[in-house]
């Protein structure tokens, strides 16, 4: 048998819990099982058995052996939890910044920059009504209005959004979600195009705003699960 290390061992006892393996409530191989088993010292699974109950998956009873106490199914649950509330994070964030963005866009898109906006919005509304998914025109239609801002900084800052939105998009490709972005991205396009600042920024801000209610109406929803 191939040695195995710590870490190497440390990482499989955690992933047979993950996987269900060892599933929640049962109880754990004895530390001279495991080391007979994996033909490491006795020590080592010992200090494997710490750093695992210090981790939350697992709990050592005196006298009584050691138990799982992590579930798979609660951890997904609270990753999808966690990603609901990252995403209201990013979309307060983005309901101060985007909608002066969508302002200045108004005021100083070339005309050529406005007709990709309008075309962006229409492309992501033949997407969507063929079921195709939007992820990809979405983000390009809020990364062309940050670009008709000629402004650096809006850049900048957009820019470093970029890898947080494209995760985050996992969460904002419900149906009602898609459908009411496309409608408001139409909407934000023609004010644009009319050269309305007040409006693209009215109409911005409730975009974004839609947003975070549908992600806490989603987040509400899966704690009454």
């Known amino acids: 048998m191939t040695k195995i290390d710590y870490h190497q061992l440390l990482e499989e006892f955690e992933e047979k819990i993950k996987q269900q393996e060892w599933v929640k409530g049962s109880k754990l191989p004895t530390i001279i099982e495991l080391a007979k088993k994996y033909h490491v010292s006795v020590s080592t699974v010992r200090e494997i058995y ?6 939350g998956y697992i709990t050592i009873q005196q006298g009584r052996g050691t138990f799982v106490t992590f579930s798979a199914i609660n951890h997904s649950e609270d990753v999808e939890k966690s990603s609901f509330l990252e995403l209201l994070r990013i979309t307060e964030f983005r309901t ?15 005309n050529n920059e406005i007709n990709l906006i309008v075309e962006s919005a229409e492309i992501m509304k ?11 025109e979405d983000l390009r239609f809020h990364r062309l209005i ?3 801002t000629h402004n650096k900084y809006a850049l900048k800052v957009y820019g470093d959004l970029q890898e947080d939105l494209k995760r985050m998009r996992a969460y904002t490709r419900r149906p009602h979600m898609v459908e009411r972005a496309v409608q408001y991205h139409q909407m934000i396009a023609k004010a644009i195009s009319n050269r309305n600042p007040n409006e693209a920024r009215m109409l911005m ?20 699960l």
Request: proline content about 2%; charged content about 25%.
């Open 205 to 224: 801000e409730s975009h974004l705003q839609s947003n975070s209610e549908l992600a806490m109406y989603e987040l509400k929803d899966s704690n009454s």
């Open 126 to 136: 033949n997407m969507a009504l063929n079921n195709e998914v939007t992820t990809s």
């Open 96 to 110: 101060i910044i985007e909608p002066a963005f969508a302002a200045m866009a108004a005021r100083e898109a070339y």
């Open 50 to 55: 710490r750093a695992m109950e210090s981790k």
């Open 146 to 148: 940050v670009e008709a």
